[in-house]
Structure formats: structure tokens, C-alpha cells
Nanobody
Framework: QVQLVESGGGLVQAGGSLRLSCAASGSIFSINAMGWYRQAPGKQRELVAIITRDDIINYLDSVKGRFTISRDNAKNQVYLQMNSLKPEDTAVYLC??????????????WGQGTQVTVSS
């Protein structure tokens, strides 16, 4: 099993910043992509940012220039620095990680989600 623990959500005023963290642990042989998704009430889940093991990064257009994703391979952690937050960024943010278990089978796991609320 692979477990993800997220932290860093909260309530912030528009224009403020938050940093999300996600730590992976368990029977990990390797990690490929690590990403952050978000889901607002009544809306579909959307990819916010993703980083591969080769450090290829993609962002949702609406967060480009404001959010930065990074990873620490030694710690099996991924981070999302969110600056210049807007009320429309309000959502539950979920971490997603995929890779190989120690038995070389593939995994694709989700964190429990962390609430980010941006007040106007």
C-alpha cells in the first residue's frame, strides 16, 4: 500500500499565499508523476499542476504564474506554492501520485484532500 498525507490548506484572503505539502509513504519502489488536483462544489475535478520524475511540469492555465509545483524525491514529497490566491481558487485540493510498488506493480493513489478557501 501507498499512503498520502496532505497538509497546508486553510483560509486566506484574496492575494494571499498558501503552501500545500503531500508526503507519500509505504511500499514504494518508484514514483513517476506527482500532481495536485482540485474540486470545487458542483464542479468537476481538474488538474492544477503535475510534475514528472524528469521534472516535466504542466499547469492549469488559470494558475500559471501564480502557482509553483515542486518535489523532493529523497523525501517522496510534492509541494504546491500558491501565491496571489483568488476566490475562484477555493476548492478541495487533492494530491495524486503514481509509480511502482516494491513488487513492481503499478499504483495510482489519492490523498484525502485539503480545503483551501480564499475570501474576497
Amino acid at each position: 500500500q501507498v499512503q498520502l498525507v496532505e497538509s497546508g490548506g486553510g483560509l486566506v484572503q484574496a492575494g494571499g499565499s498558501l503552501r500545500l505539502s503531500c508526503a507519500a509513504s509505504g511500499s514504494i519502489f518508484s514514483i513517476n508523476a506527482m500532481g495536485w488536483y482540485r474540486q470545487a462544489p458542483g464542479k468537476q475535478r481538474e488538474l492544477v499542476a503535475i510534475i514528472t520524475r524528469d521534472d516535466i511540469i504542466n499547469y492549469l492555465d488559470s494558475v500559471k504564474g501564480r502557482f509553483t509545483i515542486s518535489r523532493d524525491n529523497a523525501k517522496n514529497q510534492v509541494y504546491l506554492q500558491m501565491n496571489s490566491l483568488k476566490p475562484e481558487d477555493t476548492a478541495v485540493y487533492l494530491c495524486n501520485v503514481n509509480g511502482l510498488y516494491r513488487n513492481r506493480l503499478q499504483y495510482d493513489v489519492w490523498g484525502q484532500g485539503t480545503q483551501v478557501t480564499v475570501s474576497s
